[in-house]
């Protein structure tokens, strides 16, 4: 049982380290303040290889594991969530679902576009009266000659008005229920497809997350993705994958979250020296510290079951569960040692405070992994 990095491991850690803090770091607040989806530095993850890192050569991908990839998530996220959700939704939801479920044929068309960040990917499952309840989905796919045509919105879809390539779940068989769901490609550009309304959110202000409105949008047979009726079996394996990305997100705000607080307890005096040096200061900084060591435990090891082949539903589960909710957790005592400079902009503990809250939402909520995590459990 090895918990360090290796050598290449390191070495990809400083790269994104290096890179966030140089092409990120300066545009955070503006980015986030604006809105504005950072498309220039995507492109350039798209250069250094990580938008595919997880992906074989041959696909135009890194060529490289679950580690390294969790690696440059925490990194990135670090840095700035908005980034770090980005990256994942595209290679770990739709880039995914292609490499999982997808055909050889439309592995190579859309994989090798998607891993070198020539094409920007995006996921659709979530709809407005269907969140955790996925298989109560309403989207529609129906069978015409040698076309399906999608009829329905998706909504809470990251990347959505800058994807190039989307995986859509739709509904096929309506007598079916989570069998009766089947996944399709859309490209940019399909007749009757479109982006719909961009949401104002809360925090990860600049990442894209909008609507996808399919009217009568017609997709040639052979994009049907995977076999009819295995779309929700399919994105739930999805899932086990992407969930171990959210880990990785929710690790490295957490750190952020904490080394912001760190640094400022050290600078920051009160009745004639450093906060630090407060017993009620040192506590929360210790905890901070060990549940943030113990999600990145749980992390990677999820990331290396995944690499080894293993099933990983309950241990990518347990990993986002804890790492969403010890991430809000830090942000939230990273706000309180800031005190009143914690609550203004001028200082980044509110922005992590912000941010850090869609990890416990996004890709199953809390109480759908201790749902998902008891299923495991009660299995024996």
């Known amino acids: ?121 995006a996921w659709g499952l979530t709809e407005p009266g269907s969140g955790s309840d996925a298989g109560g989905a309403r989207c529609s796919a129906a069978r015409k ?80 993705l995977g076999k009819e009726g295995d779309g929700f079996i399919d994105a739930m394996r999805v899932l086990d994958g992407g969930r171990i990305s959210i880990a990785a997100l929710s690790l490295g705000m957490a750190q952020g979250a904490y080394e912001a607080a760190l640094k400022y307890s050290k600078q920051r005096k009160q009745f004639g020296k450093a906060i630090s040096e407060f017993q009620a200061i040192q506590w929360k900084l210790a905890d901070m510290a060990t549940e943030i060591d113990a999600a990145r435990l749980l992390t990677l090891r999820a990331a290396a079951m995944k690499d080894a082949g293993m099933k990983t539903t309950l241990e990518s589960s347990m990993a986002k569960l804890f790492a969403s909710e010890v991430a809000v957790r830090c942000a939230n005592e990273g706000v309180q040692i800031h005190g009143g400079y914690g609550f203004i902009k001028d200082y980044p503990a509110e922005k992590f405070y912000r941010d850090v809250k869609l990890c416990t939402i996004g890709e199953g909520t809390s109480e759908i992994q201790r749902m998902v995590i008891a299923r495991q459990v009660l299995k024996g």
Request: net charge negative; proline share 2%; with cysteine.
């Open 145 to 224: 000659r040698d076309t399906w045509v999608i009829n329905g919105t998706k909504t809470f879809c990251t990347n959505g008005h800058y994807a190039d390539v989307v995986v859509v779940i739709a509904v096929t068989d309506k007598t079916a229920h989570t069998h009766g769901l089947s996944a399709f490609v859309v490209e940019k550009g399909t007749k009757g497809f479109r982006p719909g309304k961009k949401e104002n959110k809360l925090g990860l202000r600049a990442s894209d997350t909008a609507e996808l409105i399919f009217e009568d949008c017609v997709v040639p047979a052979a994009n049907l």
């Open 1 to 121: 049982m090895n918990f360090q990095l290796n050598d290449e491991q390191l070495q990809l850690r400083k790269t994104v380290r290096d890179f966030a803090q140089r092409e990120i770091a300066p545009h955070v607040m503006q980015w986030d303040e604006a809105g504005e989806f950072p498309l220039a530095a995507v492109k350039d993850l798209g250069k250094l290889g990580l938008m595919g890192i997880v992906y074989p050569a041959e696909y135009g991908g890194a060529g490289m594991g679950y580690v390294e990839y969790v690696t440059a998530i925490e990194e990135l996220s670090r840095v700035d969530g908005s980034v770090g959700i980005i990256v994942a939704a595209h290679t770990s939801l739709c880039s995914n679902h292609i490499f999982l479920a997808g055909s050889e044929e439309q592995k190579r068309k859309y994989i090798s576009r998607l891993a070198t960040g020539e094409h920007i990917g």
